[in-house]
């Protein structure tokens, strides 16, 4: 546990390019995950691939939600239907993401156990709030 600690918090205060931090940052959180839910090398082979693909796609959904924030302030119609139009989409892309999550889990279990699952949730949250800490201790 101190080990994979002190790699994370080597590895997030080694780096200064964005690139390289982002890829410090997913190679810190792949060493920590991996330790705390005990993925076996076969389990690994299969796990990380999903969980990648959920991430991305995820991030993709956080983004567009984020673009449709952004457009809202710049509406001035006084109608207000744009606006609900836009509300009605960030609806359905927050949906979306939950519907995603769910599927993902479900595929998880195919590869891992749900204890490893129930650990990966709760390493997720430490693993995010070891890195907000450190950041905002920089």
Known sequence: MKRVTY???MLLSSTFGLKAQNSAVESA???FISQK?????VQAEKFWP???????????TRKAI???YK???AITEPTGEKMKQQISQIAALKHEEVTLEKEYLNRYLLIITPKQLADLMVAERKFQKILIKK????
Not at 37 to 41: A, D, F, N, V
Not at 50 to 59: D, G, I, L, V
Not at 135 to 138: A, D, G, L, N, R
């Open 66 to 68: 984020k673009k449709i």
């Open 71 to 73: 457009n809202l302030s």
């Open 37 to 41: 839910i005990g993925l076996t090398p």
């Open 7 to 9: 790699i994370l918090v």
């Open 135 to 138: 950041v905002s201790e920089e």
């Open 50 to 60: 999903a969980y990648n693909e959920f991430h991305n796609q995820r991030s993709d």
């Open 29 to 31: 959180r792949v060493a």
